[in-house]
């Protein structure tokens, strides 16, 4: 049979035009139409009688309007939202646009960017030209298929799993979870460290019938597998939440930064039955292969870990997969996620050896002094850190640690260096405030757009100015509410 | 570090009697190509799934041994002879006994594996003692699909409950069975899961085809 353009009518009223093709791509709710232009998709779902729900039917209206962030308030969307930040969510989010009504009930979404499809180059032995990014692609086996420059490094990995915890946040914090987070329904693009969320038709909604959706393997938070064999009404059947949400998306940031899945290691937990024992793998008996107490699902051949990633993702991890394995509440939040990669986005440090695969790694502090991936020592004579205190309120003159930068030539500074107020998040002023440099063998702080400035001898440093930096230098970043406490340290590197 | 993953074994049994010869025949040929080449693009299926080809005609035999994909060489199939189908079955269940890894305290054992069946005919062998066996220690997923007028669904289902029907022997209809068999293994490499001892999903039949109750 050959492809036939058809029409579907909008809710709306309006009609678009879409292609019917034999063998559509079809998911585990769904199958998939294209526009003639391939700029939007017409989905329609596997069963009818879930086309038929009015449960389903008034669940996807409100995710495409008053739970809507990718849409301004003023055009129906979420409230608060405005067109930057509309626009921001419009990149993360492959957010349905409309519903069908004709010729049967549906959806419409935006095509993904370009950038989520391969091309030809992508593989030297593959025909992957036009199928979607994937990520078990980029952190299974599959890797060794695609061509070096489609496979990313750890910084963009890191922005990747940086934006996917925003995405998340975003959605938790409305209210919403998305109840099937899986590697399938996050497309990924390590070359340039992009991430977009798909299949949000089956988020849980506050208030209205959830989505009978369970989630993909290897993502299913462990309490609901373990409660699948009971019935949907069953009161001790877990459903899906913002809390399994959480472990879908500690397993993913593992998976990125890993290349490696948390809990599939060397234990066998049922000897008879393949089945039972990835249930149990997954479910009630899941072991985090890093688990530091329990080491009888680690790899014997494990090198690089979630030490190698500092003390603040490490944290996190043990507490999603240790503390909150099998405790839902424990799971560290989507934000806390947020902030812990931000903080350890600024001490990634660039590996000296050329060919090193990963070619960044986390300095987390002095004792690092060679890159975990490849072994290479660190190059530079000298380490020099911006370390950030925060005032403890109340407790004038007080300060604690409040974040750590590794200085480079040229480090760039921004607005939630300077104070504590200000969140590198979705609604951050990204203008330049500062920079770092070397000049002459000498560190320089060159102050650029910041208010509030102070030197080491606690003179005001108005843009334009600059100050020497030496190691032990402290001064203020803002002097006003909330302004952070810098310290210099240069430490020579043995 | 080691790689943990489980294969998931696929094996398909094609009927190249004589009666297969000619447009037929070449359509499994390249029904064969093109699931390869589908099965290539799908990470899931791509990392999970080996795939075996057993024909069968007046003899069986197993054309190419289980392989992960992208080892895999299309096998040399030519259609001519009888219908061996009980050899096919014994044979089926030797290559399970002798490929499929089972699970030991080091090594994680295969997924239980998928079998697509395809013959156009009715036995020419004994094969009701093979079909018993293999019905009783159940070592796979079996789904047989009869093709064309003179396949005998009967003798399909004294072996599986999952039994397609298509009707005619044409090259579009055996290209779109061998599509549904790729879907079929996207689907299962997808969704190997959840509950132990569910009926495995499988996608819907395509257009044309008939579920055999």
Redesign the interface.
């Known amino acids: 049979m050959a492809d036939k353009l058809a029409e579907a009518t909008l809710a709306s009223g309006k009609r678009i035009p879409y292609v019917i093709t034999d063998n559509p791509p079809r998911g585990g709710m769904k199958y998939t139409y294209f526009a003639p232009d391939k700029s939007y998709v017409v989905q329609f779902f596997n069963d009818p009688e879930d086309a038929a729900d009015p449960n389903i039917q008034s669940r996807i209206e409100a995710i495409i309007s008053r739970y809507n962030p990718t849409l301004p308030e003023s055009k129906g969307g979420a409230k608060g939202n405005d067109e930057r930040i509309a626009a921001y969510f419009a990149g993360r989010f492959c957010w349905p646009t409309g519903i069908v009504v004709d010729p049967e009930f549906g959806i419409v979404c935006p095509t993904y960017p370009k950038s989520f499809f391969f091309d030809e180059s992508s593989s030297p032995v593959i025909n992957l030209k036009g199928k979607d990014k994937k990520s078990n692609w980029f952190t299974s086996k599959n890797r060794r298929y695609l061509a070096p420059h489609e496979l990313g490094d750890l910084r963009s990995m890191m922005q990747m799993s940086l934006l996917l915890a925003r995405s998340i946040r975003r959605l938790h914090q409305a209210g919403l979870a998305h109840s099937d987070l899986s590697n399938n329904n996050v497309l990924i693009d390590p070359k340039t460290g992009n991430c977009v969320v798909i299949d949000i038709d089956s988020l849980v909604v506050p208030g209205l019938y959830p989505p009978e959706v369970a989630g993909t393997r290897g993502y299913i938070a462990p309490e609901v597998l373990e409660s699948l064999n009971l019935d949907m009404n069953d009161p001790n059947r877990i459903s899906p939440s913002s809390y399994t949400d959480l472990h879908a998306l500690g397993v993913l940031i593992y998976e990125y930064l890993f290349l490696r899945h948390p809990l599939i290691g060397p234990k066998i937990y049922d000897m008879d039955s393949a089945e039972n024992d990835d249930y149990l793998a997954l479910g009630s008996k899941a072991t985090f292969i890093e688990n530091p107490d329990d080491t009888s699902n680690r790899p014997k051949d494990l090198y690089v870990t979630i030490k190698d990633l500092g003390p603040i993702l490490e944290k996190l991890f043990l507490r999603t997969f240790v503390d909150g394995l099998h405790n839902p509440e424990y799971r560290p939040t989507a934000m806390e996620w947020e902030r812990g990669l931000v903080k350890t986005w600024d001490l990634l440090h660039h590996c000296s050896n050329p060919s090193c695969e990963q070619k960044w790694f986390v300095l987390y502090d002095s004792s690092v002094t060679k890159c975990p991936y490849c072994g290479h020592r660190i190059a530079e004579k000298e380490i020099v850190r911006l370390k950030l205190k925060q005032e403890i309120r109340g407790h004038e003159g007080q300060w604690r640690d409040y974040a750590e930068v590794d200085v480079v030539n040229n480090t760039p500074l921004f607005k939630w260096h300077f104070q504590s107020s200000v969140f590198p998040d979705e609604k951050a002023d990204k203008t330049l405030q500062a920079y770092i440099c070397r000049h002459n063998g000498e560190w320089f702080l060159i102050n650029r757009n910041a208010d509030g400035l102070m030197s080491p001898e606690g003179n005001s440093v108005p843009s334009g100015q600059a100050i020497k930096l030496y190691d032990g230098a402290v001064f203020r970043m803002y002097r006003g509410e909330r302004g952070l406490l810098a310290e210099i340290s240069i430490t020579k590197v043995r | ?6 294969r998931l074994p696929v094996y398909l049994l094609l009927d190249t009697s004589g009666s297969m010869s000619g447009d037929p025949i070449e359509a499994v040929k390249q029904g064969v190509k093109a699931l390869i ?1 589908e099965l ?2 799908d ?2 299926a ?2 999970t799934a080996y795939l075996s080809v057993i024909t069968f005609n007046s003899q069986a035999r197993q054309v190419t041994p289980l392989t992960e994909l ?1 080892l895999f060489k299309e096998p040399q199939i030519s259609a001519g002879g009888a219908t061996a189908f009980g050899a096919a079955l014994s044979l089926l269940a030797d290559c399970i006994r002798n490929e499929v890894r ?11 594996p998928l079998v697509f069946i395809l013959t156009d005919g009715a036995p020419t062998d004994d094969w009701r003692s093979a079909a018993e066996e293999l019905k009783a220690t159940h070592p796979a997923n079996i789904i047989a699909c009869a093709a064309g007028a003179y396949a005998d669904t009967t003798v399909l289902k004294e072996l599986t409950e999952c039994v397609l029907m298509m009707n005619n022997l044409s090259a579009g209809d055996l290209a779109q069975f061998f ?1 549904w068999v790729s ?1 079929s293994i996207k689907m299962s490499s ?8 569910a009926n495995i999903e499988l ?2 039949p ?1 257009q044309g085809f008939v579920i055999v109750p």
């Not at chain 2, 570090?1 to 489980?6: A, G, H, L, N």
């Not at chain 2, 089972?102 to 997924?111: A, I, L, P, R």
């Not at chain 2, 997808?190 to 001892?197: C, E, N, Q, Y």
Request: net charge positive; proline share 13%; charged share 30%.
């Open positions: 570090m080691s790689d943990f993953t489980r080449s290539r693009g990470p899931q791509l990392e992208m089972k699970s030991t305290e080091t090594q994680k054992g295969d997924w239980k599509t879907s997808k969704s190997l899961d959840a509950k132990p001892g996608p819907p395509p």
